[in-house]
């Protein structure tokens, strides 16, 4: 159970376009209150509802927050009132970034020679802004 006061936080967590956030909580208290703070931006508070018990789990909605593409952030959850337990949180998109991704030394993933058949060698190129280099990201891991 948590109390009034503590945090948790995750650090580099790649985050990109509007993210709607979602925590799954559990608590017999009908005054439990949490808030996702991210990158020391403050979402709203989260009004977390009774469900019967610290094993009666129950997703909630917890906001959403909008970033840019190929960008990492720290994300803490932050106990308003306490009184809650989390088993899980995630990110969603609801919306499909589109834009280039950096990788080592500043360069861009590049679909060698702007192929777009299965199989074709990724690889990391200069910047240029072609469409080679603008991907979509289209799955998540939570």
Excluded at 128 to 139: E, K, V
């Amino acid at each position: 159970m948590s109390v009034v006061g503590e945090w948790q936080q995750w650090n580099e967590v790649p985050m990109q376009g509007t993210e709607n956030l979602k925590i799954r909580v559990a608590t017999p208290n009908s005054v439990a209150q949490l808030k996702f703070v991210i990158d020391c931006v403050a979402g709203r508070v989260v009004d977390v509802p009774a469900t019967g018990g610290w094993q009666t789990w129950q997703t909630v909605d917890a906001g959403s927050f909008q970033f840019s593409p190929g960008t990492y952030h720290t994300v803490q959850i932050q106990q308003v009132t306490g009184g809650e337990d989390i088993n899980w949180w995630q990110a969603v998109w609801t919306t499909e970034p589109t834009g280039r991704i950096t990788g080592y030394g500043g360069k861009c993933v590049d679909d060698a020679g702007a192929k777009t058949t299965d199989g074709t060698a990724i690889q990391l190129w200069t910047c240029n802004g072609t469409g080679a280099q603008n991907w979509t990201r289209r799955w998540m891991a939570a």
